[in-house]
Structures are given as structure tokens and as C-alpha cells.
């Protein structure tokens, strides 16, 4: 679905339900926080504060199963190991999935994740202690901490930080009004049944900037039913 089509979906409920219409520059400020709204709860975390750096994300459970709703957004890509035993994040990253091995050595699937308060009681293990089949890494800002050092060629599973769908336009020279422009837009990276979510959201959004009750209750009436 375009961002045209999205824009012109949530005009014509508006109007629909004779809430009033909405400016372009309006449609893209709700839509760029239903979607921010929309990706933390689908990935299970409450209205996080993007001013937040990474290291927050790892608070998240990272046994968590990602939803097919955010599969838009992972992505896969080989790890850089530096000789100090770190390796740089892909940009954009938001929260990390897994890291695996490229080949499988043994019985490893998957590289285990630490908490900064245990390194050195992994570290210090006589039972567990880093080698080429027991793996940990921990979580910096921006990169990542490998034990041992070096360690095999890794792979990391994330989840990409949504990039806003946005309706640009171009002004009409006669009329003043907003001509969309396909070149001045970005389509959501979003399945469709997430964008009638994110959709519906907005609706909520608008009628609480307008303080229209009737808007607000529709898209509640909504979200519960999910029709």
C-alpha cells in the first residue's frame, strides 16, 4: 500500500464519520507516531522514548519471538570482529535478535547474550568460560562485545528501525493546494493488515488533536474489534 493510498484511506474515514479532514503536514506527523506507537507494541515493549540510546533495548527479553507483523523490518548481515573483540552495528539497528555463527562448529546454534553484570563471572568459570563453543557476547552502545577473542565468523539477526512513511507533495501553482508526489514520498514498509492498525491509530490520534470525541471512540471501537 503507498502512503497515497494510506493518506486518502484515512481522509475518507474523516470524512466518512464528518470528523473534518486533515492537512498533509498533520497526516505526516500522526502517521510518523501511529507507526512508532504500532512498532513498540508489536514488538512488546510500552511507548519507548526514542531518545533512548541501544544499550536500553537490552532490558527487552531476548527470548522473544518476533511477530510476522515486524518481519518487514529484519534483517541479516555478517559481523566485522575487531581485534579488541568488538564488532560495530549494522546502522539503523534497533534491537538484536541473535547472533550466530556463519558455519556451525559443533553443537553451536546460537551465541549466548550476558548482562554487563556477569562478564566476570563468565569470564572466571571453570565449567562455562569463553572457548570456540561456548560463545557470549554483551551490548554497548552501537556495537557488540565477543567472548572469546577472536571468535568464529558471526552473523547478527535485528530488528531495522522503522523509516517513517511520509505523503510528500508539491504545490499547485493556481490552486495552492498539495499535489501528492510520488518522487517526495516514502511508502510504509508495513504489511497491509499492520497498516489498517497503524490507520486506525491515526483516527484515534486526529480526534484527540481535535478533540473530537466521535473519532476517538471509533478508532477504540476498532482496535478492540479489529474489524
Known sequence: MTIDQVYQQVRFLLRKNQQGSIRPTQFNSLWAA????AFNEYLGRPQADESKTATSAV????????TDSLLPFVRTVPLTQL??????LPLGYYYID???PQVYPNAIRKIKYIQHDAINT????SIIAPDQNHIFYTEYPG??????????LLNCTYIASPVY?????????VSGMP??????????QWYEMEINHIIDIVIGMFGLAMKDPSSEQYANLKLKTGD
Open 83 to 88: 581485534p579488541d573483540g568488538t564488532a560495530i
Open 165 to 173: 512513511g511520509f505523503w510528500g507533495y508539491t504545490l499547485d501553482p
Open 98 to 100: 541473535t547472533i550466530t
Open 122 to 125: 563468565i569470564l572466571s568459570s
Open 34 to 37: 501511529a507507526e512508532r506507537s
Open 143 to 152: 556495537k557488540i562485545k565477543i567472548w572469546p577473542n577472536p571468535a568464529p
Open 179 to 188: 499535489v501528492y508526489s510520488p518522487t517526495l514520498s516514502l511508502d510504509p
Open 59 to 66: 532490558a527487552l527479553d531476548k527470548s522473544q519471538r518476533m
